[in-house]
């Protein structure tokens, strides 16, 4: 059975993707209903919006499909590390690397987190306007580089390591959506790409984990020398700007709302490691703002080959998306869906684990989840302890690679008069 959508127009629809792909797809879900079959240039797209077929592909039936395109445009950065392999390679590099991300190692970085939080407090001015985003991926980075590379040396190099992935990243954005792609391999084109991707690769191949068990594992997933970097970068891209932007959405959001911002005071001054338990309602902020502003906006299969889920044809090659900005924004699941209202989330979860995504689901859900859950929980009350953030002017998102903001998010920070902590 075909599913419903539209049958015509593919190329009108890759324009109107390129120009704002989340109003495409809430136009096609409004449309045709929570499974839509698509033409999008010359490809055929399957967007998926109901819990129950999303947790099919992510889930159930994973082997039936790979990675999508996604994050093709950046493989010559990420190359086959754990976020874009397949199959028997991703299986033994999941097992390697599991360990490392278990909650009672996470704890253990306590330490390196707090220092590096509270190093990147120390320069806040009072009263001068800057860009809370920006600032974020930075910390982000920084809290990257502490806890899975951690050593202090290298807090020299991050500057360098920020802006050297953050325009690869925006160029592999950029080239994704051009239709003129000069081959790197062409001499004399693309001579900035080159030029930033060589002072990184100088930089990631002078990287060695010195936290355990980081340090073990590390061998056994890096055999060679190109796989070594794939993987350092992996890592460094899968959580720099995802967690870069869920702190600023958080931050930004809760300054928003003064009542929330005093729950999550109140949290803010004890002593311990940070965790949902100690701290329920700055937690029940990152959630939901993690829900209003997921930083992965969309998440893309390819079936292997033809695939019947129930009534759910995938033909082989064909490409399936799942938006978790648009399975947060169901009122079935979320009254007041596009509010934000952290309290929903003070002992509640939904029904359906698919219904709430933002570290996607099933085998391949994020492994780093437990580490930026824990890295934004005490960056958010180390920073509301600390200051207070006044917000200027409205928002708006910029779906790129990661969900940003459209423009600067400009904020103020006055240091709380009573501030605990020191
Ligand atoms: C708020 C922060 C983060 C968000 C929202 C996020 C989101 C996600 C999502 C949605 C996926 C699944 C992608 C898919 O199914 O196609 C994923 C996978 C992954 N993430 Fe995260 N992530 C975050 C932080 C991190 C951190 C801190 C790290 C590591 C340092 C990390 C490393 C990875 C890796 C390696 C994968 C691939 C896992 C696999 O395929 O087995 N992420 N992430």
């Not at 695939?307 to 979320?334: C, F, K, Q």
């Not at 009254?335 to 359906?352: D, I, M, Q, V, Y």
Request: hydrophobic letters at 40%.
């Amino acid at each position: 059975m075909s599913m419903p959508g539209p049958r015509d127009g593919g190329l009108a629809r890759l324009r109107f993707f390129h120009r704002d792909p989340l109003g495409l797809f809430q136009s096609l879900i409004r449309d045709f209903g929570p499974r839509v079959q698509f033409r999008m240039g010359p490809w055929t797209f399957f967007l998926l919006n109901e819990s129950e077929s999303v947790g099919q592909v992510l889930a159930h039936h994973r082997p039936h499909f790979h990675k999508g395109p996604g994050l093709e445009p950046s493989n010559p950065l990420i190359g086959q590390g754990l976020l874009t392999s397949d199959e028997d390679d991703w299986i033994e590099q999941r097992r390697a690397l599991a360990p490392v991300f278990r909650p009672q190692n996470i704890s253990s970085m306590r330490p390196w987190l707090e220092e590096a939080v509270d190093q990147s407090l120390q320069n806040w001015e009072d009263g001068e306007p800057f860009d809370l985003e920006s600032r974020m991926l930075r910390l982000s980075l920084t809290l990257a580089l502490h806890t899975l590379f951690a050593d202090p040396s290298h807090d020299d190099w991050i500057p360098e390591i920020g802006s050297d992935v953050t325009w690869l990243m925006d160029h592999f954005y950029r080239r994704s959506r051009s239709v003129w792609r000069f081959p790197y391999n062409v001499p004399g084109f693309n001579r900035r790409y080159h030029a930033h991707a060589q002072r990184l690769r100088r930089v990631v191949d002078r990287l060695t984990p010195t936290t355990p068990p980081f340090d073990t594992v590390w061998p056994h997933v890096s055999k060679e020398r190109e796989r070594r970097y794939h993987q350092t970068l992996t890592l460094i891209v899968a959580g720099f700007e995802t967690t870069g932007h869920a702190m600023a959405w958080a931050l930004d959001l809760m300054a928003r709302h003064p009542a929330v911002e005093s729950k999550v005071l109140q949290e803010s001054g004890q002593d311990v490691f940070p965790t949902p338990e100690t701290h329920p309602w700055t937690h029940a902020v990152l959630l939901e703002s993690l829900r209003l502003y997921p930083p992965v906006w969309l998440l893309s299969r390819r079936a292997v080959h033809d695939v019947t889920l129930g009534d759910l044809r995938l033909p082989e090659r064909s490409i399936t998306l799942i938006s978790p900005w648009l399975m947060h924004r169901n009122a079935d699941v979320y009254p007041e869906a596009s509010h934000f209202r952290p309290e929903r989330w003070l002992g509640w979860k939904p029904e359906s684990p698919y219904d709430f995504i933002p570290f996607g689901a099933g085998p391949r859900r994020c492994i780093g989840e437990h580490l930026a859950l824990t890295e934004a929980l005490m960056a958010v009350s180390r920073i509301v302890n600390r200051y207070r953030l006044i917000p200027t002017g409205p928002r708006d998102i910029f779906p790129g690679l990661t969900l940003g903001a459209s423009a600067p998010m400009w904020v103020t920070a006055t240091p709380r008069a009573a501030a605990r902590g020191g």
